[in-house]
């Protein structure tokens, strides 16, 4: 007797890479989280939003005693993601998961002192960006994109003033912006962005794609075919909506 | 220096051969002088609808290895004294005809007539390519239904990316030739409507030219439909559609509709 699943569509597993803010605390607890609360008094919100990792290898210390210290850190707003050279003994089902197979990479840079500490201030009821976002790279055709042709851009958005014919294909990083009939494959955000969205003056689309969930015509409804639309993505499920 | 022109389509079957002579007939009744070029090395048909089958000595594959002269491939019509054929080869295929070779049998034509017709192959191989290359304007031979329709648009991107022209960042000037336009078929909504063509394919209409029995008598009795039925709807199609390569402005009748609103197909500018 095999079960019958009810979904059809299998799960995705999908890689994600983070820098992780690796702590390497030092006994006693006490001297170093004073050491560490002078370091985030330089910085508000240094810790907030960064996944961290606590490094304990080689520290002798028992389960209650490293329950005590997460918890510290967690009244500082330091929430730890994974813990780094634990022996299976000290960790529990209270306690944040262990984590192996970590590769170092460039030291974070501490907060500056004295400089940073007034716009700390004045900017303290928000976390302070480490950078500032780069503007996103786009391209811009002006001309239809003809049947055979592929117009791949990995870095960004794609805007094309014209027809998309059918049997084209366009693969942005970003999104896809046609203004103009879209006949061809539109496949957005192919680098793992979810965010991308497909927008287009008429929808005769043979195939579109976001982050790789993909729908053919065939997929599609009827109701917006011919229609200028915008679609997104859901979680794994297309939204399309009409553009006004 | 004449003008060259490329009679294209992607998909075979169209009436490149048949556009190629009859529009090279018309503009040599005007006067021109004029010579069609058949680059279908290997399936030449272009001498059959010209009538000069029979006439064939060397051929442009002779001329390209250097086997014979340009003059001597040259085939003169022998009912308009300003129409020349410059013949393909039956027996060897299309690996004879090199870039170097092919310019330069070009570049001679281009010296000594005032518009070269190159009648391409179907497909988008070698042949094709290289019938395009030197081309100053395309004229895109489409049916009105979906499969040539979108090889068109296929060639059409060939044109802006392989073409001479294009490669030296000029834009190639093309022109859509819309044949077998059957009015009973296109009114029972059996065939793209013209208005649909065009938006998929976005250049300038150069004319329709009606499905015909005509055209077919025509090719078997080895005559230009401009040439062996000047009154005919298609030899008419394409006397006007040679007044509008010559840049005159005409409105575009479609076949089995009244007259008077053509005006909408006119004056369409590449998008």
């Known amino acids: 007797m095999t079960d019958v699943l009810t979904q059809p569509r299998p799960i995705r597993l999908k890689g994600r890479s983070y820098l992780a803010l690796t702590l390497t605390p030092e006994l006693p607890f006490e001297d170093w989280l004073a050491r560490l609360d002078d370091l985030a008094s330089r910085s508000a919100g240094f810790f907030l939003r960064r996944p961290v990792v606590l490094d304990i290898t080689g520290l002798d210390i028992d389960r209650a005693q490293l329950r005590t210290f997460v918890s510290q850190l967690g009244q500082r707003q330091v929430r730890i993601m994974g813990i780094e050279g634990a022996s299976p003994s000290l960790l529990g089902s209270d306690l944040p998961p262990a984590m192996a197979d970590g590769r170092p990479t460039s030291d974070f840079e501490p907060p500056a002192a004295a400089a940073e500490t007034a716009k700390a201030e004045v900017a303290a009821a928000e976390p302070v960006m480490p950078d500032l976002p780069k503007s996103v790279p786009s391209i811009i055709v002006t001309q239809p994109v003809r049947s055979g042709q592929s117009l791949v851009f990995l870095e960004g958005d794609v805007t094309i003033v014209g027809s998309v014919a059918s049997g084209a294909e366009i693969v942005a990083g970003g999104s896809i912006h046609v203004y103009g009939t879209l006949r061809g494959r539109a496949m957005a955000g192919t680098m793992g962005n979810a965010a991308a969205r497909i927008f287009c003056r008429k929808l005769e689309a043979e195939l579109i794609a976001i982050d790789g969930f993909y729908k053919t015509a065939e997929d599609m409804g009827p109701e917006f075919r011919g229609k200028p639309v915008q679609i997104w993505l859901d979680g794994e499920t297309f939204k399309v909506e009409a553009l006004a | ?271």
């Open chain 2, 1 to 271: 220096m004449g003008k060259v022109i490329v009679v294209t389509s992607g998909k075979g079957g169209v009436g490149k051969t048949t556009s190629s002579a009859a529009l090279g007939a018309a503009l040599a009744q005007g006067g021109d002088k004029v010579v069609v070029v058949d680059f279908d090395v290997g399936l030449r048909n272009l001498d059959l609808v010209m009538g000069a089958e029979r006439r064939v000595v060397y051929d442009l594959v002779n001329v390209i290895q250097g086997e014979a002269k340009l003059t001597q491939a040259l085939i003169r019509d022998k009912r308009v004294e300003t129409l020349y054929l410059l013949p393909a080869s039956q027996t060897r295929d299309k690996d004879n005809l090199t870039s170097e070779g092919v310019a330069a049998v070009i570049g001679a034509l281009k010296a000594n007539f005032d518009w070269v017709i190159c009648d391409s192959p179907a497909g988008i191989e070698r042949g094709a390519t290289l019938a395009m290359r030197h081309a100053d304007i395309a004229i895109v031979v489409t049916n009105p239904e979906v499969s040539s329709v979108r090889d068109s648009d296929r060639i059409i991107g060939l044109l802006d990316s392989k073409t001479l022209k294009a490669e030296n960042g000029e834009r190639m000037e093309k022109h859509l030739l819309l044949t077998r336009y059957d009015p009973l078929r296109a009114e029972r909504g059996d065939m793209l409507k013209v208005d649909d063509v065009l938006e998929i394919l976005s250049i300038p209409l150069l004319g329709i030219i009606p499905e015909s029995m005509d055209v077919l008598r025509a090719s078997n009795i080895g005559s230009p439909v401009t040439l062996a039925d000047q009154g005919s709807a298609p030899a008419l199609a394409y006397f006007d559609a040679v007044r509008r390569l010559k840049g005159e402005q005409l409105p575009v009748t479609v076949p089995g509709e009244k007259r008077g609103f053509f005006g909408k197909f006119f004056g369409r500018k590449a998008a």
